[in-house]
C-alpha cells in the first residue's frame, strides 16, 4: 500500500502505524466496502422486485378492470398496518456505537406482536440474533429459511421415523412445526383479507403481485440494515482517518 | 405509476388508515411522485405542491411510530435539499425506483454522503 493521502483516507496506511491499529482501519474499511457492494446489490434486487410487481399489477389490472385496482379501495376504511418493522439497537464491537437494526413483522397484528425481537417470515418463526461479527452479504431471511428448511425436514424424517430420536425431540420438533403451520395459516387469512378489499374474485396476477411486494419489503428492511451498518463503518472510517490528516 | 407502486406496497399490507382517514401514504399527482414510510405512509393527493411534499416528509420524519420512509427517488430529487439535509438514523430514508423512474446511484443521498472516500472532490462540489 503507498503512504497515506490525508485528502482520501481510503488510499494507504501510514508507515509508523501499530500494526494492530493498522488492522482495525483495514477492518473497517473492509466492512465499509462490503456494506457499500450489499447495499448496491440489495438496490438491483430491489428494482427486480419492484418491475416483477409492477408487471403483474399491469396484468391484474388487464384482467380485472383499473377500477378494481387500485389503492383508493384500501383507504376507504380505517385499518392498522399489518406488517410492520420492528426496531431495535445493534452493537458491533466493544468501540463501536449502537446502531439501529430492523426486523420485519409480517402479517402480524399489534395483539400478537412479541416484546422481544422475533422474527416472522411466511409463518416461520425465527429467532433475531445479535451479532458481533462483520456483516455478510446476502440476506438473513434466505439464512433463516436455510435454517427453516432444515429444521422442517428435519421434523418431517422424525414423522417418517426415518432418523431415530428420543421422544423428547420428536414431541419438540412436532410442536415446531405445528407452531409454524398455525403461523403459516394465519399468515394466509390475512393476506387473502388485504386481497379481498380488491373483491371476492382476485385475479392470479394480484396474489402474484402480493408476493412480489412483500420479497420487496424484505428487501426494503435489509437495505435499511445495510445502510445502517454502512453509515455506521463510514463514520469509523472517518474518525480512523482523522489523525492522518 | 405511482399509483402501482403504493397499491403493491398495500398489498403487501404496510397500509395504515387511522380514524381521521390519515394515512401512512401520500401519492404525488400523476407525474410519478411517491413518497412511503414504514410504519408506513405515502403521500396521496392531485397535483400535490413541492411544499406538501416537504411538510409530508417533516411529518413522517419526526413521527415517532415510523422506522423507515420510502420515498421515489424522483420525488427525492424535487426535495433533494431537505432529503440530504436529514441525517438521523432513524427513521430510515430509502430511495426506491419508480416505474417511469429507474434508480440513480448518483442521486443517492447516502452514496452521495460517502462519496468522497473515493475521490479527492467534495459532494457539494461534485453538484455543481
Known amino acids: ?10 488510499q494507504g496506511v501510514a508507515e509508523d502505524e501499530p500494526n494492530g491499529e493498522c488492522g482495525d482501519r483495514e477492518e473497517q474499511a473492509l466492512l465499509f466496502l462490503d456494506s457499500l457492494d ?33 389503492s383508493t379501495l384500501l383507504d376507504l376504511k380505517a385499518q392498522s398496518a399489518a406488517t410492520t418493522v420492528l426496531l431495535s439497537e445493534l452493537v458491533e464491537g466493544s468501540s463501536a456505537d449502537p446502531r439501529p437494526h430492523f426486523t420485519l413483522s409480517k402479517w402480524a397484528c399489534l395483539k400478537e406482536r412479541k416484546s422481544s425481537s422475533d422474527e416472522l417470515i411466511d409463518g416461520k418463526l425465527l429467532e433475531d ?34 432418523r431415530d430420536l428420543s421422544p423428547t425431540e420428536n414431541s419438540s420438533a412436532t410442536s415446531e412445526s405445528t ?38 419489503l424484505e428487501t426494503i428492511v435489509e437495505i435499511a440494515n445495510t445502510r445502517s451498518s454502512l453509515l455506521s463503518s463510514f463514520s469509523q472510517v472517518q474518525k480512523d482517518s482523522k489523525p492522518s490528516d | 405509476m405511482v399509483q402501482d407502486t403504493v397499491t ?30 414504514i410504519l408506513l405512509s405515502f403521500f396521496s393527493s392531485i397535483k400535490t405542491t413541492v411544499k406538501a411534499i416537504e411538510e409530508a416528509f417533516k411529518e413522517f420524519t419526526t413521527k415517532d411510530d415510523i422506522a423507515i420512509v420510502l ?26 425506483p419508480s416505474k417511469d423512474h429507474p434508480y440513480d446511484p448518483a442521486h443517492d443521498s447516502v452514496l452521495s454522503r460517502v462519496k468522497y472516500l473515493f475521490s479527492a472532490e467534495s459532494v457539494a462540489s461534485g453538484r455543481r
Not at chain 1, 500500500?1 to 481510503?10: I, R
Not at chain 1, 456483516?135 to 427453516?148: D, L, P, Q, T, Y
Request: one cysteine or more; hydrophobic letters at 40%.
Open chain 1, 38 to 70: 450489499g447495499y448496491l446489490a440489495l438496490l438491483d434486487s430491489l428494482s427486480s422486485s419492484l418491475r416483477q410487481g409492477w408487471l403483474e399489477l399491469a396484468c391484474a389490472r388487464q384482467s380485472m378492470g383499473s377500477s378494481r385496482v387500485s
Open chain 2, 71 to 96: 420515498i421515489s427517488q424522483y420525488v427525492a430529487n424535487m426535495i433533494r435539499f431537505l432529503v440530504d439535509s436529514y441525517n438521523k438514523p432513524v427513521p430510515a430514508i430509502l430511495e426506491i
Open chain 1, 179 to 216: 407452531a409454524a403451520a398455525e403461523n403459516f395459516c394465519i399468515f394466509q387469512k390475512r393476506r387473502y383479507k388485504a386481497l379481498s378489499v380488491f373483491g371476492a374474485f382476485v385475479s392470479p396476477k394480484l396474489r402474484a403481485a402480493q408476493f412480489s411486494f412483500e420479497t420487496a
Open chain 2, 8 to 37: 403493491g406496497f398495500l398489498l403487501a399490507g404496510v397500509g395504515n388508515v387511522d380514524l381521521r382517514r390519515n394515512t401512512n401514504y401520500l401519492i404525488v399527482d400523476s407525474t410519478n411522485l411517491l413518497c412511503f414510510s
Open chain 1, 129 to 162: 440474533r445479535n451479532s458481533s461479527q462483520l456483516r455478510h452479504r446476502g440476506s438473513k431471511h434466505i439464512e433463516g429459511a436455510r435454517e427453516n428448511s432444515s429444521a422442517s425436514s428435519e421434523s418431517t424424517a422424525a414423522d417418517l421415523n426415518v
Open chain 1, 1 to 10: 500500500m503507498q503512504d497515506g493521502d490525508s485528502s482520501n483516507p481510503m
